[in-house]
């Protein structure tokens, strides 16, 4: 007897499991009403924007030098520094073109000399031509004497002539030589921060070799590259948010101020130029910043 009844409350549970099965298959799986169920996350909604990841950089940068060759004498300016335009940043040794202007100089001492002397013999030439060419109308002295004289007075104006010319090549050789001394002092093209010092004081220096790298402060942007997939609605001018990657939580407003034509073929990504609205002070050119171009669609 307590056989069967073990048995038959078997069958009790086993019809009661079934039962829930077929009614959870019929629901789809579904809890009811009642049931507690754990909350999915949802879908993190598209950022509006068009995002892009860039470097931080200036549209005016330049790599300077001197013109000649020479050894650093003097620096005056270091990384960092904010030079104005016309400032002298570096001087080399000019000891020995100091010596060629100072030669020049001389020469065109000599070629003024040389003038006022030529003057001097040509108006003494003219007078006596005059006082002959009088004589000789009047008879008191010979018709070739005249002429000697009118060939003297001519010999020294020519002379005085040879003498202005070779003013003039004293002046243009002085001022080639002045020209060349100026090229021994490095001076900023303009109001800009020195962001580079390749060389140092003693250093011997080729002409054209780099010795400051200076940029335009003003002109620092982002350049930012966009999926081609994404850039389709870009426009010079759209606002943007800037994010530098030293500062993770700081915001940057700026704007598109160009949008390269030339896409980069390999990444397949269009070039960005996203211009700060207030430029962070000290800026880093190289660092990584994430920008999002706002959506205009």
């Excluded at 065109?108 to 031509?129: C, G, P, Y």
Aim: proline letters at 2%; charged letters at 25%.
């Amino acid at each position: 007897m307590k056989l069967s009844w073990k048995w038959a409350g078997a069958a009790v549970l086993v019809a009661g499991i079934l039962a829930l099965a077929i009614v959870s298959r019929q629901s789809g799986g579904k809890a009811s009403d009642g049931e507690v169920r754990a909350a999915k996350p949802e879908a993190v909604s598209e950022a509006v924007g068009v995002y892009g990841i860039g470097t931080v950089e200036a549209r005016v940068q330049s790599t300077i030098g001197f013109e000649v060759a020479g050894t650093l004498i003097a620096l005056s300016a270091d990384q960092g520094d904010r030079v104005a335009k016309g400032q002298i940043l570096a001087h080399l040794a000019d000891g020995e073109q100091r010596a060629v202007v100072a030669q020049a100089e001389a020469a065109l001492t000599q070629a003024r000399a040389r003038l006022e002397r030529a003057r001097a013999v040509r108006e003494q030439k003219q007078s006596v031509d005059s006082r002959r060419q009088a004589l000789e109308r009047k008879g008191t002295v010979s018709i070739e004497a005249a002429e000697d004289a009118r060939a003297g007075a001519d010999i020294a104006a020519a002379d005085v002539a040879v003498a202005l010319a070779d003013i003039e090549a004293s002046k243009a050789l002085l001022e080639r030589e002045r020209q060349k001394l100026a090229k021994f002092i490095l001076t900023a093209p303009y109001d800009g921060l020195v962001v580079k010092r390749e060389r140092e004081l003693g250093a011997a220096v080729v002409a054209g070799a780099a010795v400051f790298t200076v940029v335009d402060p003003v002109t620092v942007w982002v350049r930012a590259y966009v999926d081609e997939a994404r850039a389709g609605h870009l426009a010079v001018g759209q606002s943007a948010r800037i994010v530098l990657r030293s500062l993770p939580g700081l915001d940057f407003s700026g704007r598109v101020a160009r949008i390269d034509i030339e896409a980069d073929r390999v990444s397949e990504e269009r070039i960005v130029h996203i211009a700060f609205d207030t430029i962070p002070q000290p800026f880093h050119l190289g660092e990584q910043a994430e920008v999002v171009v706002e959506d205009q669609k």
